[in-house]
């Protein structure tokens, strides 16, 4: 009898800690700086700031491309939360090692809104418009200057790579993508388009996945999640009625829910999170995208 109420009460304890977030970081960029956070569980708890990075204090990138990061847009985790990758619609990319604050890779490319590590040190990045119609190009991190690929992408604003799936996916303005790498080991590698699905709405802003096969993505009037498996759209109930959302979050064991609304335009200075139910408030950044970083 005691043994199974001990087991009942390690459950209780597992559960509370799993939705507590307190096993969770934010990291959120916005302005000239990006922040990791530890996500807070009370309206009482005071804001815990774990890491500042801002971009004056840049080692290893050129002065003339910090111009260029004065509007971050997306930061990300990357190589196991050991890296960080931003991305600026100013046209500034960078790589950033989250030890040492040492920028690994830095690009130009303009409208830049998102960027994804690749196998064999590569970086593809998503732009919103460009020139030669070319919105996704890739990079190699030892050759930050030179476009090795690009391929045309209606208004790029999402990339993400499942490496489970072998499959680097694209958001665009009225499109999903998938990718396979081909080519990878040579020096000119390429994306090779696989298969390609119409948004149910158009103005794709956010793709982030939460499992396996599982996608999130916002677009200008809703909330949806894709399934690779059915290659079905389908409403993200959790956030029905929500207007403007820009940047989701979700785990699907704890249902724990991180997001971003566009308030001030584009921008918030807010951070929505539920189980449990908190916003988190940060004036003095003007946040759009933010990413949860579960710790190990």
């Not at 309206?43 to 500042?52: A, I, M």
């Not at 990300?76 to 619609?89: A, F, W, Y």
């Not at 040492?102 to 409208?111: E, L, M």
């Not at 790029?156 to 799936?165: K, L």
Request: a positive charge; charged letters at 25%.
């Amino acid at each position: 009898m005691k043994l199974i109420k001990w087991l009942i009460f390690s459950v209780i304890i597992i559960t509370i800690s799993g939705c507590s977030g307190k096993t969770s970081e934010i990291l959120i960029c916005g302005g000239d700086q990006i922040l990791i956070i530890e996500k807070k569980i009370s309206p009482e708890e005071s804001l815990k700031v774990l890491w500042r990075w801002k971009v004056s204090e840049a080692t290893g990138m050129p002065e003339e491309y910090q111009k260029y990061l004065a509007t971050t847009d997306e930061c990300k985790p990357v190589d196991g939360n050991r890296k960080i990758l931003i991305t600026s619609s100013g046209g500034g990319v960078a790589l950033v090692e989250r030890k040492t604050k040492r920028t690994i890779f830095y690009a130009y490319v303009p409208n830049a809104h998102s960027a994804e590590l690749l196998p064999n040190d590569r970086i593809a990045v998503a732009s919103s418009t460009a020139a030669d119609g070319n919105s996704i190009k890739i990079f190699d991190i030892q050759k930050p200057e030179t476009v090795i690929f690009k391929d045309t992408l209606y208004s790029g604003h999402g990339v993400v790579w499942m490496a489970g799936m072998s499959r680097l996916f694209t958001l665009g303005f009225n499109d999903l993508r998938s990718y396979s790498l081909k080519n990878w080991d040579s020096g000119k590698p390429e994306l090779q388009l696989m298969e390609r699905w119409i948004l149910p709405d158009d103005g794709g802003h956010d793709l982030v996945s939460f499992s396996a096969n599982k996608f999130i993505l916002t677009t200008m009037k809703g909330v949806w999640v894709f399934d690779t498996g059915k290659k079905t759209f389908s409403p993200f109930t959790p956030l029905q009625g929500i207007e403007n959302v820009k940047s989701v979050n979700y785990n699907e064991t704890t249902q724990e829910l991180v997001y971003t609304k566009g308030e001030i335009s584009w921008w918030t200075h807010n951070i929505y999170c539920k189980n449990p139910d908190i916003i988190i408030n940060i004036p003095d950044i003007n946040m759009y995208k933010v990413r949860v970083i579960s710790k190990k």
